[in-house]
T-cell receptor
Framework: GAVVSQHPSRVICKSGTSVKIECRSL??????MFWYRQFPKKSLMLMAT?????????EQGVEKDKFLINHASLTLSTLTVTSAHPEDSSFYIC?????????FGPGTRLTVT | DAKTTQPPSMDCAEGRAANLPCNHS???????VYWYRQIHSQGPQYIIH???NNETNEMASLIITEDRKSSTLILPHATLRDTAVYYC?????????????FGQGTELSVKP
């Protein structure tokens, strides 16, 4: 199947700093990518839809100025958590659409201290 | 997007078939039924999807009722590696939004 990668897999940062997470589709081009977050023992929550060459569409309640999404090419989307706080600590997962299937990355564990 | 209802947890004996039910009584005519699973601390894995007809692939079978209000995912010979949270999701075509909205899923435990 298609492969989606994320980098880094784990990151620890200090409160107030910004963190960038990359999502790449390795063997296909993805016009649309999605970003999710997942808290422990909870389901995935869709944060935003990222479309190549245009602004991301954020789900209700997700702060677009805090979670900056850039989809500059057909194989790369980035999520930047700005001015991170401990409550932003979570598992962030991206996915990319290919025909009828949506392929997920392995996730990035963010810990804000 | 239509919502789905799944039992929170199920057990299955290794080697036996695992039958995971899902209710989606408000599904629209152009919405697909998708199944994904998530093994602890990993990204979700696609299993199968269908619109009206039953579907089978190397991982599982998907049985959709004639009225499309419910479906069952069947893992024919469950192994310990099938222990995971299984999500049933109803999804509109990508050109109409196509977002995957995850519910709480069913935590399947396969036991020796």
């Amino acid at each position: 199947g298609a492969v989606v990668s994320q980098h880094p897999s784990r990151v620890i940062c200090k409160s107030g700093t910004s963190v960038k997470i990359e999502c790449r589709s390795l063997d296909f081009q993805a016009t649309t990518m999605f970003w999710y977050r997942q808290f422990p023992k909870k389901s995935l929550m869709l944060m935003a839809t990222s479309n190549e060459g245009s602004k991301a569409t954020y789900e209700q309640g997700v702060e677009k100025d805090k979670f900056l999404i850039n989809h500059a090419s057909l194989t790369l989307s980035t999520l930047t958590v700005t001015s991170a706080h401990p409550e932003d600590s979570s598992f962030y997962i991206c996915s990319a659409d290919r025909e009828y299937e949506q392929y997920f990355g392995p996730g990035t564990r963010l810990t804000v201290t | 997007d239509a919502k789905t209802t799944q039992p929170p947890s199920m057990d299955c004996a290794e080697g036996r078939a695992a039958n995971l039910p899902c209710n989606h009584s408000t599904i629209s005519g152009n919405e697909y039924v998708y199944w994904y699973r998530q093994i602890h601390s990993q990204g979700p894995q696609y299993i199968i999807h269908g619109l009206k007809n039953n579907e089978t692939n190397e991982m599982a079978s998907l049985i959709i009722t004639e009225d499309r209000k419910s479906s069952t995912l069947i893992l024919p010979h469950a192994t310990l590696r099938d222990t995971a949270v299984y999500y049933c999701i109803v999804r509109s075509p990508l050109r109409q939004g196509g977002k995957l909205i995850f519910g709480q899923g069913t935590e399947l435990s396969v036991k020796p």
